[in-house]
């Protein structure tokens, strides 16, 4: 049987695909985990999983459109540039405020 095996590098991250291994049952597929993914302390925890106890999930449907979750249906340019002019907005307030304050220091 081919087993998954994931693993947490430290604690409070997230586990991540380590590899696949072949066991005859459970007992031996941890054996083989904690030997291969476990022996120089490279993991603070491991899960290991019959392959076919994974399932996958193909169909996602975005009923709220939410298409910022895409990378090609996030347009960072036109954010970026709204960004930008705010900035040039903001710097251009900035520089009248000290024109300001420096009138009113010489008087």
Do not use: C
């Not at 996602?60 to 036109?78: A, I, M, P, Q, T």
């Amino acid at each position: 049987m081919i087993y998954e095996v994931f693993r947490q590098e430290r604690k409070g991250q997230a586990f991540q695909h380590a590899g696949s291994l072949e066991a005859p049952n459970d007992a031996f597929a941890e054996e083989y985990a904690r030997e291969f993914y476990g022996r120089r302390q490279e993991s603070e925890a491991l899960w290991v999983v019959p392959r076919t106890e994974i399932h996958e999930i193909e169909d996602f449907v975005d009923e709220l459109e939410r298409n910022y979750h895409r990378v090609d249906g996030y347009s960072l340019k036109v954010k970026l540039k709204e960004a930008r002019e705010r900035a040039g907005i903001a710097a251009e307030n900035t520089a009248r405020l000290r024109g300001a304050f420096s009138a009113e220091e010489d008087r």
